[in-house]
Structure formats: structure tokens, C-alpha cells
């Protein structure tokens, strides 16, 4: 018997596959649920290829040693939960400012404060909006399935190289704790040394920094950061929809909402209600596109299905310039959204709008 | 009289500071009497001389030398304030032919980032640190730091540094000495020229064991900073000489350098094909290929199963292997457990959804096709999800007849009982993995298919206990049998 692509992973170990198969050199991360199955494979995982896995003393450090390594021209990554990302954000400003590749998985759980361990997707203002000092943002990719943990952590370093920007994989307890089926993609080779890196081969001896003491530059350099997004914005929208063709009334939800939603709108079809699902791959940029798309072909109201306190419905508002009505379906502290609770709220909403 | 020995100008400095903004190229940005001058020389020096320019990175901290990349001819980095040790690290680590050179002051080392710092020491990181100690904090204007003296006065200790409020001097050379790691660790003092030639043979010696991969030197360096501690120059050698290494002795602490090893780091792997060959999972023998589908119309839409019991009963393990077998038959599946505490807790169950498209929710939340319960309590949690014509399987050995609606399907089995008989409680879970292919065979599959699914649990056994020794898997397959030999009790709409 040979080898297979096929693999039943949970979440949170699909995503080590995908930075292995990316080329990422090295997992700098501290222990926390519903991460630590990510540090737990590519403690097994990555020195089994040779590369680099330290147990960071604490978040702090992790985030600093995945600033290290990126300035040396290497791969890196870290993983956490909300916590842990509130600690790491300093570094990831650094990150940002210094305009470093970098790759960062959030695996939400309950907050505020320690919160819980269930699953909810309360940190998407700290994430989606900046979250640390300064006026920088970071690619946000949104994993809807195991397979796409796989795959978004792929793309995540492909585009931090890109746009030599920290990514964030955001995902949720629930989607790193299941299981599903997936067929890992083809490894790729070592990237390629960059110029700008503290690597030896470059005969220019590189500084990398984030200071700029003389408020110009300074300026410059967040004009040049903005110019940056605004490129994102305009190329890196990503969304998958669903049955959204004839789609009168819209969801709008990402990572494990997304799942209910999907099968919420099968339900609400089935008894003739045109329901259809927009679900964004990408949070930053966020698909705009998409939902103005849906505006014009007719849709009359919108739907911000998130397991949180309103946070996405922001941009949900902003994509169509509350032309339609847009509402909030939602739970917080760990509750996960249930189909049967999507379906309920959606036809008390609706009214008799709903055949 | 000795002969006077005159240093020319250190070849690791650039020739003009470009980096330095404002008109002047040649200067430091340090004040008159700060030993970070002396200290950038004497590293410069030992960088040039020793051919590290194009290997060294220097790794800066913040505090007054947060701008020693002006100076250094070799590659650099700014870091977090504190943090340098760990950004050190992964520059190490990531490349072991990487000379890593660490510079942090009193405040960034031993305040903010004492952490850091201890632990890159603790775990022996291929790098040297020089700290400079200078009992204050220049760059934010003369505030009390963690190595400030006992009555000291600063900013922030007007009256003097109070020890019964503030506690003492941190004495960080002498604490990174006990650490077993460490191979070299020194305190030496920027004051008098005896004491900045013991530097300067210590800044080399640090520099050289990490080129030589010994592992991590640390060298602590009492510094003058005359305009924070508001002292003329005179002033400023007698606090050091008289007053600082009274309470910060001088000399080597630890010195294992000639006895440690090299540090050996492994090399890492990228070639696609050993990628391929060390990541991807060995192929489970199949009886089918991937195109087969069950074609039983209950898999036209999602299916979902739930199982609960007691942690320990093998319910999650259970799942798992009802989703392997999925995934062997090219469904999609997931298989979602309850974790955390609840876990740990006592009680366990998971989702598992099997379609030939899409598998939406992940969660049997509602709706439930299939039921299996290994304890009461589950029955009394979990009855109520059970969707219009579902079914339920239960431990009969523990769990009373349940009363269900009509349209509903039962099946019991005394599973623990049956376990005890086999003599192992834990393949409970296989004896009911029996129950569910009886059940399925009764009720959904027909003809091939239902032959399909003995072959389909035996496939996904030996994928699950892969490495096990073969009698694991054949208890395993003797209880799933004696299970499906043993269903008693079967009631209901679909039983035939």
C-alpha cells in the first residue's frame, strides 16, 4: 500500500499539515484550549521534518520569536486563543510595522476575560480591526471546514509573503475541535531567501525595525502601509456563496456559523423561502463585493449570523451602506447557534415575508 | 612601564553612521560618560576582528541603545521592549550558523523582560547577551530600575529607593549562574581601563562560544550614566568603582565553556517528495474504490448521528470510528466531540454527520437520525433530538427500556454485559458498533451494501488500532460480531 491524500483530521491538526505543506520552518506557541492540538502536532510534526518547535514561556515570547524568525527570511507561525492573542498583539503591530511575513491562528473560545473554552467569534473586532498599537491590519482568513484550515493556513503564508504582512487564520473552538475528511494538497519546496531578511546570504548587512523617529518618515511609512491595504482590499476579497442566484434574504456568516447557516438556508428552501448564504473566506479585506452583488440582484434584507455581540454586523452594514435592513442572529459565551434556533429567528423576523 | 597598546577603530562599525538621522554621521547618540560607547566598541571590535560581519546579527533592545543598529556593520534588529531574547532565540534556532548577539539594558533585562531572558538562559540558547547595568532609566529620563541601589534617588525613588517598598537590587549574573544551561557568565564593570580590558577578553569570549555553538554566555556590564544620575565624571567612576560592585561583585560566575559540546540542530526538511513520504498517512487497505457510494436513499441528505456516554466507555472512540468508516466510503463526514472539562468530567459525546454532498452543521443538535446511548443519563439528555423517524440504540445492561413516539425505532443491547463476557469492559464501544450494523442492515442498507458494511468496520478497525498488536483488533472484531449476534430487544416503525 502506498501513500494517501486522504486524512480525517480535526481542525486544529489540519492546520499544522498545511503550514508543514507550505514550508513553514517553525511553531513558536504556548498552551491553551482549544488550541493546544496545534501545538501538539507540530510538537510530533515538526522536528519529524527537521524543523523547529519551541514551547514559548508565554504568548509574549512566542509572537517575539515568530517576529525573530520572520526577519531571518523563515516561515514562522504561532496559534492561540482570544487570551492569548490580546498578549500577542504588541508583537503583532511589530510585525506589521516592520512588514514582516507572518502567519498567526486564532482559535476563538468564550470571553470576555477567561471567559470559557467553548467555542464563540467574539474576537472579531480585536482581530479583523488592527487589535494591537498603531494603525496597521492584518489579512484575516476565515476557515468554513478542516479542509479549509489546511488550505487557508496555505494561502495565509503565501499572501503574508505577498503583501509582507502578518495573516491571521481565524478560526473557532468548534471548527479546531472537529473532525473531517480531507485530502491534503502537494508540498512545497523552501521558499526562495528575501533580500530585505537577516539572512547570511545577503551581502547588504539588513536592519529590520519599526522606529522612525522622525514623524515624516513615520508618516510615510503608514501612508505606504494603507496604500498596501487598500490593494488588499481591491484584490484579496474572498467568499463562497451559497444558493444566493434568486437570493431575496441573505446570511451573512463565517467559520462554524457558517455551517449552520448553510444548513438553515437547505431548511428554509425547502419550504419555498429564498434564503442564501454569503459566507467570507477573507474578514479583512472583507468581501464587499459580494453582499453589493447580492444588493443588486435584489436582495432585501440581510442576516449577521455570528457568535458574538454584534461585531461583524459592522461591516455587514457598511458593504451595502445600509441600503436594506440588516440584522443580527446571534449567540455569545459558548452557545453554539443551532439550525433549528436559525431557522426560528429568521421566520420571526421575517414575518410573513417567508414562503 | 608597559608598553601602550593603541586600538585602531573597529572594523564592525560602519565607516559613516548613514543610518543616524540629522546632520551628524560620525558621533554616537550617547552622552558624555555612558558606557554604552565603550561597550558598542568593544563589540564592533570583536565583530570585525573576528570575520563575523556578514554571520553576526545584533539584536537591540529598548532603552538608550535602541538605536545601536546606526553603528553596527553587520545585520540587525529592533525589538519589543524586553523581548529580545526571545526574537534571539528564533534567529538561533531557525539558523544555527547565525551569530547571535543580544544587547539589553537594566530595565528592557531585568524588568519588563525578565522572563524572557531566564528562560533563553534556562534552555541554553546558542547566543551571548550583553547587559549593560547601569542602575537607572536613561532613555525614559532617570526612573528607578530593578538594579537601582538601595537609597539610590531617582525619578520615580525621590527620597531614595526604599527596599522595604521596592525591594532590593536584582543581581541577574548571579542568578543566571544557577542555572545549569549557561556556559559562561561574567560581571565586569565599563569603569576604569583594568576593568574595561577584563570586558573587552569577555566580550570576546562570549562572541567566540557562540560561534563555537557552545551554547548561552552572558556578560553583565556595570555602566556610568552620568546625566541621569546627575553626577560629574569623577562622581560617576567612584559610584561605579566604590558603590556598584560592592553590591555587584565583579568576576566570573560560571565557566563551562571548555568542557560543553557544540550544540547540533537538525537540518530541515523541504524536498517535496520526503515531505510527501514523512507526512502523508499510509493507505488503509480498501475494498472499494473512490467512486463507490452507498446508494441507500437514507444518505441523500445529511445524516446525524449522536453518541454519549460515560468518559472511558470509548463513545468518542466510537465516533471516530464510525467516521473513518464514512471517510473509507467516500462520504463526508465530521465527527465533533464535546471537550474540555466537560471531558474530564465524566460524561462524553460526540456529533458524527455523514452525506454524499455537504455536511452543514457538524452538530447533532436536532434532528437526529441515530441515537446511541451508553448511560441513562444520556437517554434523558439527549431523547428529545431525536429527528421523526430516528433510532435509537441503547445499553440495555444499564439503561431501562426508554418510551419513545411511534414513528421512532428501538434497539437494545446489554453491551457491558456482553464486554464483562469477553472480559474487557473497554470494547463495550465495539459491542455496540454491532448494535448500529444490525440496525443498519435491518433498516437502510440492502444486498452489496449491507455485505459492505462487515468489510467497511474491519477496514476502519485496523485503521484505528494501527501499531496495536493484532490480538487488539481481533477482540475488537469479536465483540463487534458477538454485538450484532446479540441485539434483544428491537421495536418500532422500521423494524421489519
Not at chain 1, 520569536?65 to 527570511?73: H, L, Q, S
Not at chain 1, 492573542?85 to 506589521?96: H, R, T
Request: with cysteine; aromatic share 8%.
Amino acid at each position: 500500500m502506498g501513500k494517501t491524500k486522504k486524512i480525517l483530521l480535526k481542525g486544529n491538526e489540519a492546520v499544522v499539515y498545511g503550514a508543514l505543506l507550505a514550508g513553514c520552518e517553525c511553531y513558536f506557541g504556548y498552551p491553551i484550549t482549544p488550541a493546544s492540538e496545534i501545538a501538539h502536532a507540530s510538537a510530533r510534526m515538526f522536528p519529524k521534518l527537521g524543523r523547529v518547535f519551541i514551547q514559548a514561556e508565554c504568548e509574549i515570547a512566542s509572537i517575539n520569536m515568530v517576529y525573530g524568525a520572520a526577519a531571518a527570511g523563515r516561515r514562522a507561525m504561532t496559534a492561540s486563543s482570544g487570551l492569548g492573542i490580546s498578549l500577542k498583539q504588541e508583537g503583532v503591530s511589530y510585525i506589521a510595522g516592520a512588514e514582516l511575513p507572518a502567519v498567526i491562528v486564532d482559535v476563538m473560545r468564550g470571553g470576555p476575560g477567561l471567559g470559557n473554552i467553548a467555542p464563540e467569534q467574539a474576537d472579531y473586532n480585536q482581530i479583523v480591526k488592527g487589535g494591537g498599537h498603531g494603525g496597521y491590519r492584518c489579512i484575516v482568513l476565515s476557515p468554513g471546514s478542516v479542509q479549509e484550515m489546511c488550505d487557508l493556513t496555505m494561502l495565509a503564508f503565501d499572501l503574508a509573503d505577498e503583501y509582507r504582512t502578518p495573516v491571521y487564520v481565524l478560526a473557532d473552538g468548534m471548527i479546531g475541535q472537529m473532525m473531517e475528511k480531507l485530502e491534503l494538497p502537494e508540498p512545497r519546496g523552501r521558499r526562495a531567501s528575501q533580500d530585505w531578511s537577516l539572512n547570511r546570504v545577503n551581502k547588504t548587512h539588513n536592519c529590520v525595525s519599526s522606529i522612525y523617529m522622525d514623524a515624516n518618515d513615520l508618516e510615510a511609512v503608514n501612508k505606504r502601509l494603507n496604500a498596501k491595504y487598500a490593494v488588499i482590499r481591491e484584490k484579496e476579497q474572498r467568499a463562497e456563496e451559497y444558493r444566493m442566484d434568486d437570493a431575496e434574504y441573505v446570511y451573512v456568516a463565517y467559520g462554524i456559523s457558517s455551517r449552520m447557516c448553510r444548513s438553515a438556508v437547505d431548511e428554509l428552501r425547502s419550504e419555498g423561502c429564498k434564503v442564501g448564504l454569503i459566507r467570507p473566506q477573507t474578514l479583512f479585506p472583507f468581501p464587499e463585493n459580494a453582499l453589493r452583488k447580492a444588493l443588486s440582484n435584489g436582495a432585501k434584507k440581510f442576516f449577521s449570523v455570528e457568535m458574538s455581540n454584534g461585531q461583524m454586523i459592522d461591516d455587514v452594514k457598511l458593504s451595502i451602506e445600509c441600503a436594506k435592513p440588516v440584522y443580527l442572529i446571534n449567540r455569545m459565551g459558548g452557545n453554539v447557534l443551532s439550525v433549528e434556533e436559525i431557522v426560528t429567528r429568521t421566520k420571526e423576523m421575517l414575518g410573513g415575508d417567508c414562503k | 612601564m608597559k608598553e601602550v597598546v593603541k586600538f585602531g577603530r573597529p572594523s564592525g562599525f560602519f565607516e559613516k553612521f548613514e543610518r543616524r538621522p540629522g546632520p551628524i554621521k560620525t558621533n554616537m547618540h550617547y552622552c558624555p560618560g555612558c558606557g554604552h560607547g565603550v561597550l558598542h566598541k568593544l563589540i564592533a571590535e570583536a565583530i570585525g576582528d573576528m570575520g563575523l560581519k556578514d554571520k553576526a546579527v545584533l539584536v537591540c533592545p529598548v532603552g538608550c541603545s535602541v538605536f545601536a543598529y546606526y553603528y553596527f556593520d553587520c545585520h540587525s534588529i529592533e525589538c519589543a521592549h524586553g523581548r529580545a531574547p526571545a526574537v534571539a532565540t528564533a534567529i538561533s534556532r531557525t539558523d544555527p550558523e547565525n551569530v547571535v548577539i543580544g544587547y539589553q539594558g537594566d530595565g528592557d533585562l531585568a524588568s519588563i523582560g525578565f522572563n524572557q531572558i531566564l528562560q533563553a538562559a534556562n534552555r541554553g540558547e546558542n547566543m551571548c547577551v550583553f547587559f549593560v547595568n547601569n542602575a537607572i532609566y536613561g532613555m525614559t529620563g532617570g526612573q528607578m530600575a530593578p538594579t537601582s541601589l538601595p537609597g539610590q534617588k531617582t525619578q520615580t525613588s525621590p527620597c531614595g529607593r526604599d527596599v522595604a517598598e521596592t525591594g532590593y537590587p536584582i543581581k541577574v549574573a548571579e542568578m543566571i549562574a544557577q542555572f545549569e544551561a549557561p556556559v559562561y557568565v561574567e560581571r565586569c564593570a565599563l569603569s576604569r581601563v583594568p576593568n574595561i580590558m577584563a570586558a573587552r577578553r569577555a566580550v570576546r569570549k562570549a562572541i567566540q562560544n557562540t560561534v563555537d555553538k557552545k551554547g548561552f554566555s552572558f556578560v553583565e556590564l556595570l555602566s556610568g550614566c552620568p546625566v541621569n544620575l546627575k553626577m560629574k565624571a569623577h562622581e560617576m567612576n567612584e559610584f561605579l568603582n566604590e558603590k556598584m560592585t560592592k553590591f555587584f561583585p565583579l568576576g566570573v560566575y560560571k565557566d563551562v565553556s571548555a568542557e560543553r559540546e557544540a550544540i547540533v540542530r537538525h537540518t530541515p526538511i523541504f524536498e517535496p517528495d520526503q515531505v510527501r513520504e514523512l507526512l502523508f498517512p499510509e493507505e488503509t487497505k480498501r475494498a472499494v474504490d473512490d467512486n463507490f457510494r452507498y446508494t441507500a436513499k437514507v444518505f441523500d441528505e445529511e445524516r446525524r448521528v449522536k453518541i454519549s456516554g460515560f468518559g472511558g466507555q470509548g463513545v468518542l472512540s466510537l465516533g471516530y470510528l464510525l467516521a473513518t468508516m464514512g471517510k473509507l466510503r467516500n462520504f463526508n463526514v465530521s465527527w465533533l466531540p464535546s471537550y474540555g472539562p466537560e471531558m474530564r468530567g465524566g460524561t462524553a459525546n460526540c456529533s458524527i454527520v455523514f452525506s454524499h454532498t455537504h455536511v452543514g452543521s457538524p452538530q447533532a443538535d436536532h434532528n437526529c437520525s441515530m441515537l446511541i446511548c451508553m448511560n441513562q443519563p444520556s437517554v434523558d439528555k439527549f431523547l428529545g433530538q431525536l429527528g421523526e423517524n430516528g433510532v435509537l440504540l441503547y445499553d440495555a445492561s444499564t439503561i431501562r427500556q426508554p418510551e419513545v413516539s411511534p414513528d421512532k425505532t428501538v434497539y437494545g443491547l446489554a453491551a457491558s454485559d456482553l464486554a464483562n463476557t469477553l472480559g474487557d469492559q473497554r470494547v463495550a464501544n465495539s459491542v455496540m458498533l454491532g448494535g448500529i450494523a444490525r440496525l443498519m442492515q435491518d433498516c437502510f442498507l440492502e444486498g452489496k451494501e449491507s455485505e459492505d458494511f462487515d468489510l467497511a468496520v474491519e477496514e476502519a478497525m485496523n485503521e484505528h488500532f494501527a501499531g496495536k498488536p493484532q490480538k487488539v483488533i481481533d477482540l475488537n472484531m469479536k465483540a463487534y460480531r458477538l454485538g450484532k449476534e446479540s441485539v434483544s430487544i428491537r421495536f418500532g416503525a422500521r423494524v421489519k
